[in-house]
């Protein structure tokens, strides 16, 4: 089971960008799924998650209002587009999916099967 982010990279502030997180090994149609961040120095982060029909989805407070996490059950994949980016923004973004845990989206123990981690970078 693997999960492969991609469309990370450099941008301007105020930028946008958009991750893709691609499923292997496992369907992932009935799991949830997410992306959390940890920026150098500091604490790993909750970004978004969304249930596995796409009924609920869940933001951050950082991110909220700019980005949007929507995900493709046909395509297996995740997709987390982030606009108005900040410098504070910059991170290795890691998308990740559960496999049948239980528990509150926003926490990282919920999922079982994590991505190998994506660098956004925004410039000032």
């Known amino acids: 089971v693997q999960l492969q982010a991609s469309g990370g990279g450099l941008v301007q502030a105020g930028g946008s960008l958009r991750l893709s997180c691609a499923a292997s090994g496992h369907t992932f149609e009935r799991n949830a799924k997410g992306w959390f961040r940890q920026a150098p120095g500091k604490k790993r982060e909750f970004v978004a998650a969304?249930?596995?029909?796409?009924?609920?989805?869940y933001y951050g407070d950082s991110v909220k209002g700019r980005f949007t996490i929507s995900r493709d059950n046909a395509k297996n994949t995740v997709y987390l587009q982030m606009n108005s980016l900040k410098p504070e923004d910059t991170a290795v973004y890691y998308c990740v999916a559960e496999t049948g845990r239980t528990g509150a989206y926003i926490y990282p123990q919920k999922y079982d099967i994590w991505g190998q981690g994506t660098l956004v970078t925004v410039s000032s």
């Open positions: 969304i249930s596995w029909n796409s009924g609920s989805t």
